[in-house]
């Protein structure tokens, strides 16, 4: 699997452009700003899928313009499907920073256990609420994509509207913690890490 990453925007933000070896379409995934870079990263490839972690103002900035100049779809969870087209506290949360962040509302939205597939990239979307009400994680070929559910030695936010302390600790404890120790971990912000290093780090995984 290729997987690239762009640090985007003005919290850093970890935007993941995946596709398979053989030079298939891309599945672009939390496109968090500076759309004119990540559009000359990306180049000439197709890109089929733009996929939301979840619908905060850091990782769908540049979603319109990706979508504008690549003609792929965008997807989110249906729990935050209706925020991201609003800039307030209960929308993508843009207005409590002092931005405008937006975007065009979804040309689909997902469930638990749904695929993105893209050439011969197969990813399954695992519903991990707690940062938001849908937030995200995509799992394929040993690679997790974790959003802000889970960073290397910690865990999102849950203060934010939508969030909730205890949704998040559920997610990692039923959803991510049973995840094989080599899966590697893709965080919305910071260094890579894996299941097995959180395992023996992370306060927020369980405890046997």
């Known amino acids: 699997m290729l997987v690239e990453r762009h640090i985007l925007g003005e919290l850093q933000t970890n935007c993941w452009v995946v596709g398979d070896d053989a030079g298939g379409p891309l599945i672009v995934i939390d496109p968090a700003g500076e759309a004119e870079r990540l559009l000359s990263a990306i180049g000439a490839r197709e890109v089929r899928y733009i996929v939301l972690t979840h619908a905060h103002f850091d990782h769908l900035a540049a979603t319109d313009a990706v979508r504008d100049a690549t003609g792929a779809e965008l997807l989110v969870h249906e729990a935050d499907a ?62 997790l994509f974790a959003g802000d559910t889970l960073f290397a030695g910690s865990v999102g936010r849950s203060d934010f509207p ?7 600790r559920e997610s990692i404890a039923g959803k ?11 965080p919305g912000h910071g260094p890579d890490t894996t299941i097995g290093r959180e395992r023996s780090v992370n306060p927020f995984f369980p405890r046997a």
């Open 162 to 168: 939508g969030g909730d302390a205890r949704e998040l």
């Open 82 to 143: 209706d925020r991201i087209t609003s800039p307030t506290a209960a929308g993508t949360g843009a207005e409590l920073f002092g931005f405008t962040a937006t975007s065009r509302a979804a040309d689909r939205v997902l469930h638990e256990g749904d695929w993105v597939q893209a050439g011969e990239v197969v990813l399954e979307v695992i519903h991990t609420p707690g940062h938001t009400k849908g937030g995200i994680s995509l799992l394929g070929a040993g690679h």
């Open 176 to 186: 991510l913690a049973p995840l094989d120790d080599e899966t590697v971990v893709h």
